[in-house]
């Protein structure tokens, strides 16, 4: 089965930093992955996706996100953070049936001034 | 556009009660998906319909029932509130065509059972 796992509950970093947030996944054939995030209160919102292509990808907002399938790893990056990036990050895989996604646990980014 | 709109925003049950929860895209989507999202454990998928007509089990069915009353329309039903339906539960939709996997999502309803 898809799955992706990400392994920090929480990430800090200061504003200005460079930031990552971590996925791994674990899928048969091609994955199609996806990062999402979402703002206190609110619903998530589509940042970017890898299909094919490029392994760096660019998304909404100044993300982006390297695909490494050796390490097979979908990492979530910014080289200049903001305190309004605080959020909570989603990694997603899309399932077998191209019907649905398979989400991970989330990880929580706090950006400090 | 609206996009993918949830009703109530909010809702307290108490344990046996039923309701509702309204679902609708203005997207011309053809797929839609209920989730809820509890603390720690991400989005679980309850139900989704891949197209009209059509609804699925997900990962967590159990306690739930749904309608996809149109292509528009998707909603979610608690027969018998139990208090570990106590989550926030999101909507989402998705243009079933070429490469557009990505989902996407409503405010959310908080829901309280008591």
């Known amino acids: 089965a898809q799955s992706v796992a990400q392994p920090e509950d929480q990430v800090n970093v200061a504003e200005g930093n460079p930031l990552t947030v971590k996925c791994t996944y674990s899928v048969s054939g091609n994955p199609y992955l996806f990062w999402y995030v979402q703002y206190p209160n609110r619903g998530l919102q589509f940042l970017l996706k890898?299909?094919?292509?490029?392994?760096l990808v660019k998304g909404s907002y100044g993300f982006e996100a390297e695909f490494n399938k050796s390490q097979t790893s979908f990492h979530l990056k910014k080289p200049s953070a903001l305190v309004s990036d605080s959020a909570l990050y989603f990694c997603a895989v899309r399932d077998m049936d191209g019907n649905k996604l398979v989400f991970g646990a989330g990880t929580i980014l706090r950006v400090k001034s | 556009n609206a996009g993918v709109t949830q009703t109530p925003k909010f809702q307290v049950l108490k344990t046996g009660q039923s309701m509702t929860l309204q679902c609708a895209q203005d997207?011309?989507?053809?797929?839609m998906y209920w989730y809820r999202q509890d603390p720690g454990m991400g989005l679980r998928l309850i139900y989704y319909s891949a197209s009209e007509g059509t609804t699925d089990k997900g990962e967590v069915p159990n306690g739930y029932n749904v309608s996809r009353l149109n292509k528009r329309e998707f909603s979610l039903r608690l027969e018998s509130a139990a208090p570990s339906q106590t989550s926030v539960y999101f909507c989402?939709?998705?243009?079933?065509?070429?490469?557009?996997?990505?989902?996407?999502f409503g405010p959310g309803t908080r829901l309280t059972v008591t």
């Open positions: 997207m011309n989507h053809n797929s």
């Open positions: 989402a939709s998705r243009e079933k065509a070429g490469s557009s996997y990505e989902q996407y």
């Open positions: 890898y299909i094919t292509g490029d392994n």
